[in-house]
């Protein structure tokens, strides 16, 4: 069973510029989460969406933004990228369901630097 | 949400048993505890979850004190693989549900 797939792995931008990063939840997961990883914040939660609608947004700017599709993939966008935004971006997938037992499966994120 | 507090770091010897501790004084009643991990240059990794009763699986075992305020995740035999950060998380139910909040994790070393 093929596992969470995100791309690119490894992206450099510079500032100004905006960076879309795509990832495919394993097969018959309807949620998609997207995490930032930085050394100073650690692991933070941007947004999460389950069946193309976003059910839940972390506490970052609208340049950060998601979206979801059909067949359940999903993309996120930075627009105006900063420097701060050099960070791991994770993607992870499950089932969806409300409940504290759902776990996530993540990928292995994808690594953006930005000059 | 409910926070849980781990040790920053731990260290193990190979082969030995590990005992993870994580408190979470403030859990809800509908609160389940997870653990991930999450190993250099890699996405986090899921290790077990629990309510009330203890858990095992392939990975781990997890302990959950009776009160619930406390709980620990046993890894049986440390191999150098498990050379990790762990993460204990809580997870309610309803929209508390839709993410996970991550503290700092403990970072385990195991020594050959």
């Known amino acids: 069973k093929a596992g969470v797939t995100q791309t690119p792995r490894y992206l450099i931008k510079t500032r100004g510029q905006q960076v879309t990063l795509s990832c495919s939840p394993i097969?018959?997961?309807?949620?998609v989460s997207w995490y930032q990883q930085t050394p100073g914040q650690g692991l933070q939660f941007l947004f999460e969406?389950?069946?193309?609608?976003?059910?839940n947004k972390g506490n970052f700017p609208g340049r950060f933004s998601g979206r979801q599709f059909s067949n359940s993939r999903s993309e996120m966008n930075v627009s105006t990228l900063e420097l701060g935004d050099s960070a791991l971006y994770l993607c992870?997938?499950?089932?969806?369901?409300?409940?504290?037992?759902?776990?996530?499966?993540f990928g292995a994120g994808s690594r953006l630097t930005v000059l | 949400d409910a926070k849980t507090t781990q040790p920053n770091s731990m260290e193990s010897n190979e082969e030995e048993p590990v005992h993870l501790p994580c408190n979470h004084s403030t859990i809800s009643g509908t609160d389940y505890i997870h653990w991930y991990r999450q190993l250099p240059s890699q996405g986090p990794e899921y290790v077990i979850h629990?309510?009330?009763s203890n858990v095992n699986n392939r990975m781990a075992s997890l302990a959950i004190a009776e009160d619930r305020k406390s709980s620990t995740l046993i890894l049986h035999r440390a191999t150098l693989r498990d050379a990790a950060v762990y993460y204990c998380i809580l997870r309610a139910s309803g929209a508390g549900s839709y993410q996970l909040t991550f503290g700092k994790g403990t970072k385990l070393s195991v020594i050959p």
């Open positions: 097969s018959g997961h309807r949620s």
């Open positions: 629990g309510l009330t």
């Open positions: 992870a997938s499950s089932l969806g369901v409300v409940s504290g037992a759902n776990v996530l499966t």
């Open positions: 969406y389950f069946s193309e609608t976003q059910r």
